[in-house]
C-alpha cells in the first residue's frame, strides 16, 4: 500500500516540509469540520487537535491495517535519516507541538 518501504524504524524521520504539509493538511480538514470524536459526534477544532486524533481519524483511515505501514513510508520517497530527534506526548496539541517545530526551526535556521 504504501509507495516505500523503510525496514530502519531510525530511517523514519521527518522532514520539515513533510510536517507543513501535514499541518496544512490537518488544518484544513480542522477548517470543513471533517474531523469528530467518534463517541460524541464532537467536531475538532484546530487547536485542540492532538496525535490521538490525528492517529484514529486520519492516519488509520488512509493506511489499512492489513497493509499497515509509517506515515513517514507513506510520503517519502526513501528512507530519511533524522538531523534532530524531538521527543513529543501524543495528547499536547499538535498546533502547539509544529509551534515549537517552529520556534526550533528558526533558532537553528533551518
Known amino acids: 500500500y504504501c509507495p516505500v518501504t523503510i525496514p530502519n524504524v531510525s530511517h523514519r524521520s521527518m522532514t520539515l516540509r ?3 504539509q501535514l499541518r496544512d493538511y490537518l488544518k484544513r ?14 467536531r475538532i477544532f ?9 492517529n484514529e481519524l486520519v492516519i488509520k483511515r488512509i493506511i489499512p491495517e492489513n497493509k499497515s505501514c509509517s506515515w513517514a513510508e507513506l510520503v517519502s520517497d526513501g528512507p530519511q535519516m533524522p538531523d534532530t530527534f524531538i521527543s513529543h ?7 502547539d507541538f509544529m509551534l515549537s517545530i517552529e520556534h526550533h526551526s528558526i533558532e537553528l535556521r533551518v
Open 29 to 42: 480538514l480542522c477548517k470543513v469540520g471533517v474531523l469528530k470524536e467518534e463517541s460524541v459526534k464532537k
Open 46 to 54: 484546530w487547536f485542540d487537535l492532538n496525535q490521538y486524533h490525528i
Open 18 to 20: 513533510q510536517l507543513y
Open 89 to 95: 506526548y501524543w495528547g499536547e496539541s499538535f498546533r
